[in-house]
């Protein structure tokens, strides 16, 4: 359990302890039990002695906290503009970018694997895939990429379906956003966009009009640079997948890298980009 301390708590540890370090505690260090290190540091489980699946294997479970991280920071920022506080709603989404900037980089951790590396333990993961990511889901599902058929593999889950199922019914950041204008008097359409809207003019003239406002803007920029990002991971993601494995199978059952492409033609934001080319 974390004791709390204040500012004068720590001013007089420091002069007891003559400038250096707390070196005694009665059992786990606070940090240990803060962090939970004890658990963290036990959830690699590998199933091969391959030595590249180890990075394989953190380098996911790091990218599956930051994507609960960001479905934190969006959810925070609807609740935001709900209360019409764009100001805060603006840097909530500005600080999920520098969030997503650190996402991206993890690819780094697995951009060296060769086919013969990821050979090496590919087989004992058995139909694994990333794909079956809950929380990515609810990742895509907040940014508005919305598809009833992705609930499927989470059907023998009830737990994690009736989460997904209701982000998937529920408003996205997108359509929280599109609400904020509505009530500010921009002619949009009402209630959750459809699953695959292509890009409604109305919208596009409300983007157009909404760019005059500058708070307004900023909102705007800062939902293009998160885009930007998350079109980044896809593309990361798949030169990932073309430099381990080509375009064999995916061990989910797709056709591995070709759907990889498709997925990421698919803009989020549709009108936000379709707008620019009349401003």
Known sequence: MIT????????ARAAANQGSPTLAFDGATPYDVYVGTDVLHNL????????????FLVTTQVMELYFGLLRSEWRLAQTQLDAADVAAATLTVRRSIRHFEALNAAWASLSWL???QFNGFRDALGEASGFQSAMYRHVEFLLGNKSSVMLRPYRRVPE?????????????????????LARRGFAVPDGV?????EPDPLVEDAWVAAYRDGELADLAEALIDLAVQFSDWRYRHVLAVRRSMGAKPGS?????????EQSMRRDIFPELWSARTRM
């Open 252 to 260: 989910g059952g797709s056709n591995g890298l070709r759907f990889l």
């Open 193 to 197: 966009r459809e699953e695959d809207a």
């Open 114 to 116: 060769t086919p013969e």
């Open 4 to 11: 709390p301390s204040t500012a004068t708590q720590r001013d």
């Open 160 to 180: 994690v379906h009736e989460e997904l199922e209701a982000a998937l019914r529920a408003p996205s950041l997108y359509d929280s956003v599109l609400s904020l």
């Open 44 to 55: 690699q489980h590998t199933v091969t002695d391959a030595p590249e699946e180890l990075a």
